[in-house]
């Protein structure tokens, strides 16, 4: 199943290019006081959502999928976890390329080694935060480069510690396309990559049932016409489900928590008036532009 959130904050059941507007899933939801839970309320009470959506599915009112505006299928995340030279590729041209690495941040690692055993995670702000029908809007753009990135995204759907490696995926309530957009210079990662439109998740939430393994989904991205990145998860130096131990071994996870797993090798700028085309092999395509 698929779940979105669209125009003013409805809740819509996808299936192909129709929107079902299962908005009054929301009544399953608890009244709230101050202080509020962590995490995010709907991503919580999933596996309730999801029967009632396909409830609500007979008498809703539809709308065609690019007639309106997406926003991110998790509202209320409360941290992005960003795993840091994550396939070989993307680290070698990170290696080669001072417009990458900045010498502040160039590392060199030996083959077999893992980036992420050094550099550990990064968390990027909640607030960077947008949907595929929401643009990416450039900062520095007179003075600095911004590259486009895209990732496989987990988000996640129970509040969790220490999780076995062999039951992350248990506590995955969905998979997302993810746009790491990452402005280069010499400052940490956080601050790089958490501007605000600077992570982009959609177009819609796909439920772990449809994906068979999210260590081996083919993707790519492009920009305007021409195809900028094309991998596989399968290449992936930390697969997922060891990225979900390891993050929750550091930290709490909360449901609607975002980990994406990183980018591969053809990374590359982008500019006011590109159209950004993003395809995840179970997930589908997302849709953007840069202003």
């Known amino acids: 199943m698929r779940l979105c959130r669209f125009n003013e904050g409805r809740i819509g059941l996808v299936e192909g290019d129709v929107i079902y507007d299962v908005s009054a899933v929301a009544d399953l939801l608890p009244a709230m ?6 995490g995010d309320a709907l991503i919580a009470r999933l596996p309730d959502i999801w029967k009632r959506a396909a409830e609500l599915k007979a008498n809703a009112a539809t709308f065609k999928l ?19 030279l994550n396939y070989r590729a993307h680290l070698a041209e990170t290696h080669a390329s001072v417009a990458l690495h900045n010498n502040a941040h160039k590392t060199d690692f030996a083959a077999e080694e893992r980036p992420i055993d050094k550099l550990g995670v990064f968390l990027k702000a909640n607030s960077s935060l947008i949907g595929a029908g929401e643009d990416i809007v450039l900062n520095f753009r007179d003075t600095r480069r911004t590259d486009h990135e895209v990732e496989l995204a987990v988000v996640i759907g129970q509040q969790v510690r220490d999780v076995p490696v062999e039951k992350a995926l248990d506590v995955v309530a969905g998979y997302a396309i993810g746009l790491d ?28 049932d449809e994906i068979a393994d999210p260590d081996n989904l083919e993707f790519w991205i492009d920009v305007g016409s021409e195809r900028r990145q094309h991998s596989n998860t ?13 993050a929750s071994r550091w930290y709490t996870l909360h449901p609607g928590d975002i980990i994406m797993t990183g980018t591969p090798e053809g990374v590359s700028p982008i500019v006011a008036g590109d159209k950004i085309t993003a395809w995840i092999e179970g997930i589908g395509t997302l849709k953007t532009v840069v202003r």
Do not use: C, H, M, Q
Not at 33 to 38: A, E, G
Not at 66 to 84: F, M
């Open 33 to 38: 006081r101050w202080p509020l839970p962590l």
């Open 66 to 84: 690019d007639a309106v505006k997406l926003l991110s299928p998790v509202a209320n995340p409360g941290k992005i976890i960003g795993a840091p």
């Open 181 to 208: 957009t990452t402005v280069r210079g010499p400052e940490e990662r956080s601050f790089r990559k958490s501007i605000d439109t600077y992570s982009t998740l959609g177009p819609y939430l796909v439920s772990p």
């Open 234 to 246: 399968s290449r992936l130096i930390v697969g997922v489900r060891e990225l979900i131990s390891l």
